[in-house]
């Protein structure tokens, strides 16, 4: 009897070349565009994360289609270790306009935080002699909720979307995430605009995505031979270049090569797709 869920998640990409990086490096997050919007309301969110699906194998040309031929099946043991969670998927425009309540609500405390008058009052009053105590409890709640929000924003999504003008239903694909945290020097993005900046620099609409900064590589997903369930390739041609790649390597999926049986055991778990279509 089949399965709708899998004991995989499946990241895939485009490229050839971003595979090869994986199974070298590791997953380095990097920041994506989350639209929230609802009834007329931009709620356009950069979230700096990596993102998966649960799918099985046999249903994965539609997601093939969109995300790319060549892709990484890791354990939901080892997805589950590093923090990944299945997202939200919503429907119902009211719990957008909660949630966004609750956001512009905590932005306007953390904004007047932020003014430098009242980061002056903070400096000059030496352990908050003389600050407004209610101002000061309003402010620290403010960081705790911010932090709550994140870990909320960031695991929503549309139950469906817009692709190539096309709408999809975003909720078949079954997404995990791992989201990096809103701080300093991984600051997500909190409107369209700002996030089309970092996107598109000087509105150059056909730019390649900006790499991940060295802030976000800290946040690196890492993985070892016995997390692997799969490597799916597109077909024969690039199983032999894969091949070939892996008798090179010193790492793999970040951690350093011990015996050259792990090697062969990566090699093992080539899948193409090819394969799936005709065999699965």
Known sequence: MSSFRTSSVFRFSKEYDSLIKILKTGIIPNFCEEDLSFDGTE??????????????????????????NYGLALSKKWAIEKGLTPIMYIANNNVLQSVYYHHQRNKKVLDWY????VKKQLV???LLKGFPLDDFVKMMNAKQEHAINTHIIGYLKQYQGEYKKKLINNYAENEWRYLVPDLKGTEWFWSKDDYRKWRFPNNNMKAVKPAPSDALREYTLTFENKDISYILIKNDEFKTRVI????????IGGNEITDESQKIDLISKIITLEQVKSDF
């Open 244 to 251: 070939e790649y892996i008798k090179g390597l010193k790492t």
């Open 124 to 126: 000059n009053d030496t």
């Open 43 to 68: 709620f356009v969110v950069g979230i700096p994360m990596a993102s998966f699906c649960d799918i099985p194998i046999t249903l994965l040309d539609e997601h093939n289609n969109r995300y790319g």
């Open 114 to 117: 932020n003014r430098e008058d």
